[in-house]
């Protein structure tokens, strides 16, 4: 049963190439969010200026840093309300070398959209403003309420969204947000994203000596601050993989057997996937999961960055004053990152030898994601993949951190999820970014879908 | 009974203002191995002029870098003969804040002399020659055959010297080689160095992914290297401090017991030592060895520098490409650098984790000394110190290298002694060097009487 009226698909399909030409218009203002050039500025408002065309109530709000949109088309307060959620923000281009065309001056090339932001995620935004538009022009309105937030700090790491959400917490106030920046699972293979992982992130230096000492003179009185951080770290994993930091698997919510059973049909190719990395092989990693269960649904121990002692090149016979570790670990469900460093803490503290004083600072925490997978958003995401792609949609999660889905689902209080368009050949954050047309096109039509699916699931809930 | 006829004591007890000034002037020229403003061709020139004047067939070396300069005097070849070796060159002198007094304008300071190179080694080079020239002077000719060799590369780890010492062997053939170039245990303990440690050197790199990726959406799939290297080096020692390279033991000359009665009496205060070190206690050594054991006897594995990943302020989400560490084994007799950096090979290579590749790359080899104490140089060293500075002498050993004792031992095919006459606090490569004249006095007469002292020791011994 189709969900979007048959006057919507064809609109979408008769305005195809002027919607392309509107999403160029956009590529074309360069907004990185760490340059003060006024692009941003400028994005903000088109994005601003294009949402009051298709018929919303839209302002631009100054945030503290690059500002922010806040739209909306209230059609009826009994309905339910969906927040759009994109950013007009890109990554820089660097480096220019390998972009066979401006990465600013958007070009199709065999059926692809090149331009930096082409999905991430200004070509994925306005795949759901199409859809808005479409709703609106062909069936005289929305199928329910619609608010749209149009973020201009993603790439940075987003400084000041969580005290923004917080102090507009009523005026984004939704049933759910829908959030268009990830990718499908594999070309032809739709996907809904339920999870995704927490983050805790520090650094542990261990102090020696109180300088380099030669290591012929004392080499074997004095305890040697590298050998002991070599040996610190070691003991956070035991043979098997598994992370021995003090109550770090206490809080995991245990994979479970549907969703291993359901993953173990995904089209995952283990070896090509080992290729794309340059390793020989996936090893390594918690025994008794898959790769894509340890990359999900599992949390990690990870040395990002180690530093102690002499350097350079050649060869300097000391014994370092110092080292240092940054580690991050990845969080799932329902991980808390705090408790996480507790045992950090309490694992340094038991494991430091004597001799050596440690220090340790906390660069990052974000709290992991889990959705479940029978909220109304994600069912109604599935439906609207399932109408606009065609093929059965999957449901998978993904290793990284998207702070701001934590943060809608804490301070909004909804279940959001995540419905992308993108292909993971789609070379984000790297030269020669695109957006398949195809999944541009297609998206728009999901994202219409979308609306009625979710009302019609969200109003049976209730009923 | 005294070896120094009463004249040549009295001759150096006339002449010391005449060579504390000489020692000034070879102070004031700036002989640094690695600048090239023609200080050191002058002071090995000078060298060779203060050889001749004293009585010495003298001749600069070119040796492919800075200049050797090697003088003799043949008495009698039936006559043991004895080569003294010191070095002209010096450290450089920064920082300069911190000097009292011009680094090259040597300055007297309460029995002290103050200046770059004052011990190190032009202070204990010029006692070895106020001693020759003494016995020449007052005795007529010297008790056995001498001959001398300074080195102008010393302090940059004498690249040249291992072919220069091959190609001159015939020439700088002798019984025994005395090396002024080490110090007193402590001030008042007159000191014999029968013992250096040696070094193997190297660099062990692991290679994860081609390039560093997300720790996020890779995490758990992909072995990250610096973990993986924080393993490696963490399995090279036991939990007692015991290395666990195989084979690294194998070799080793056990510690005598007399040896460790007798550094049991030595005045070595742990607390002072640790304190001076800046660090809390002396820990994490060799279990079931004392803190002088573990430095002078014992071989030991510290890492010397150790980098991997993102070691910039803050927090960077990768699973690095690589990690590499320098580790240094101090050894000890008869340990082969060679076969120890096979037992590292066969180490690696059985312990590198599947998914990750290593390199290993050697930066320095150099063989542990140990010179018999019943040696007739040690001996003659014993007997020439307690001579000249009252008290019993102590045999030593040495955790650092000094290679040219080896090359000598190796090359030349004798026991060389290393006979030193500085202290613990003289700063060496260090602001405000300075050499006791005390010290510098009585060096001296050690050195006029290790010669009769050897000869008689070296005769009775073949006799």
Redesign the interface.
């Known amino acids: 049963m189709s969900a979007v009226p048959q006057a919507v698909r064809a609109y979408l399909e008769a305005n195809r190439q002027r919607h392309l030409e509107a999403l160029k218009a956009l590529l074309r203002i360069p907004s990185i969010a760490n340059v003060n050039d006024g692009a941003c500025e400028r994005a903000a408002q088109w994005c601003r200026d294009h949402l009051a065309a298709i018929g919303f109530a839209a302002e631009v709000v100054q945030a503290g840093g690059k500002p922010n949109v806040i739209a909306e088309r209230i059609v009826d307060p009994t309905r339910p309300t969906v927040l759009v959620y994109g950013h007009y923000d890109v990554q820089p281009p660097d480096p220019l070398g390998p972009w066979r065309s401006d990465p600013f001056e958007p070009t199709v090339r065999d059926g692809r959209l090149y331009a930096r932001g082409a999905n991430d995620d200004k070509g994925q935004l306005m795949a759901q403003l199409c859809a808005l538009e479409a709703w609106i022009a062909a069936a005289g309105e929305l199928p329910c309420n619609v608010k749209v937030f149009v973020e201009g700090e993603e790439e940075i790491g987003s400084p000041h969204i969580e005290p923004f959400l917080a102090a507009h917490a009523h005026r984004l106030s939704a049933d759910t947000v829908v959030i268009s920046d990830s990718e499908f699972f594999a070309p032809g293979v739709p996907s809904i994203t339920y999870a995704l992982?927490g983050?805790a992130?520090f650094?542990i230096t261990l102090h020696?000596?109180?300088?380099d000492?030669?290591?012929?003179?004392?080499?074997?009185?004095?305890?040697?601050p590298?050998?002991?951080?070599?040996?610190?770290?070691?003991?956070?994993?035991d043979d098997t993989g598994r992370v021995m930091i003090p109550g770090f698997y206490d809080d995991v919510v245990p994979l479970m057997d549907e969703e291993r059973d359901a993953w173990e049909t995904l089209p995952f190719d283990e070896a090509a996937?080992?290729w794309s990395?340059?390793?020989?092989?996936?090893?390594?990693?918690?025994a008794g999961?898959s790769?894509?269960e340890?990359?999900w649904a599992?949390p990690?121990?990870?040395?990002?960055?180690?530093?102690?002692?002499?350097?350079e090149a050649?060869?300097?016979?000391?014994?370092?004053a110092s080292?240092?570790?940054?580690v991050?670990c990845?969080l799932v469900a329902r991980q808390d990152p705090r408790r996480i460093i507790d045992g950090v803490r309490a694992y340094v503290a038991a494991n430091v030898?004597?001799?050596i004083?440690h220090e340790i600072a906390v660069?990052?925490e974000a709290r992991p994601v889990l959705v479940p997978r029978q909220a109304p958003s994600v069912q109604a995401g599935v439906a609207a993949l399932r109408e606009a792609f065609g093929g059965e949609p999957v449901l998978i999660r993904?290793?990284?951190?998207v702070p701001i889905t934590e943060q809608f689902q804490r301070l909004l209080q909804v279940d959001p999820v995540l419905m992308g368009f993108g292909l993971p050949d789609d070379n984000l954050h790297s030269p020669n970014e695109k957006f398949d047309l195809g999944q541009f096109y297609n998206g728009a039509v999901a994202a219409a879908a979308f609306l009625p699916h979710f009302a019609e699931i969200h109003a049976n809930r209730r009923g």
């Open positions: 992982r983050l992130y650094e020696g000596p109180a300088a000492i030669h290591s012929g003179i004392h080499g074997g009185a004095v305890r040697n590298v050998n002991a951080l070599a040996r610190l770290v070691a003991g956070m994993h996937y080992a990395l340059g390793v020989e092989g996936l090893s390594g990693g918690e999961y790769p894509l340890r990359r599992r990690t121990l990870d040395c990002n960055g180690i530093v102690g002692g002499y350097i050649g060869s300097k016979t000391i014994i370092p080292a240092h570790v940054k991050s990845r030898p004597p001799g004083r660069h990052a993904c290793g990284a951190s």
